[in-house]
């Protein structure tokens, strides 16, 4: 699940809504909005995320989150290590590999390490 497939259905859920009801609403069929809801489909467009902000009547700052919720949620994501040292690319692809025998205390560990800031060597 996609961090965006996770914000829209606690959404949808905490106002009340079917799925049928908001796809019906934003002109989406029930199956596209199952397959976003489970991640299964990439990032949605902008338009459709003013529908859906539309639609729910949120407030600017919770519409802003919810767009940049959805900028971090392409389930394929692609990482560019070209003209970077050797280690850097083997980084990328061990991650690759393994991302789905991590622990969530082990995501979190290293979400808090990517969040310090870095010196400029």
Not at 49 to 69: C, H, P, S, V
């Amino acid at each position: 699940m996609t961090p965006f497939a996770h914000a829209l259905r606690d959404l949808r859920k905490r106002k009340g809504v079917t799925q049928r009801d908001l796809a019906r609403a934003i002109g989406v069929s029930p199956a596209y909005l199952s397959a976003l809801e489970h991640g299964k489909k990439g990032k949605p467009s902008f338009d459709l995320l003013q529908r859906i902000a539309g639609y729910f009547n949120i407030i600017w700052d919770e519409a802003d989150e919810l767009f940049m919720t959805a900028e971090a949620s392409h389930p394929r994501v692609v990482v560019d290590t070209s003209g970077l040292p050797p280690q850097f690319t083997a980084l990328a692809n061990r991650l690759a590999r393994e991302i789905r025998t991590l622990s969530p205390d082990m995501v979190e560990a290293l979400e808090k390490l990517l969040d310090e800031p870095r010196s400029k060597n």
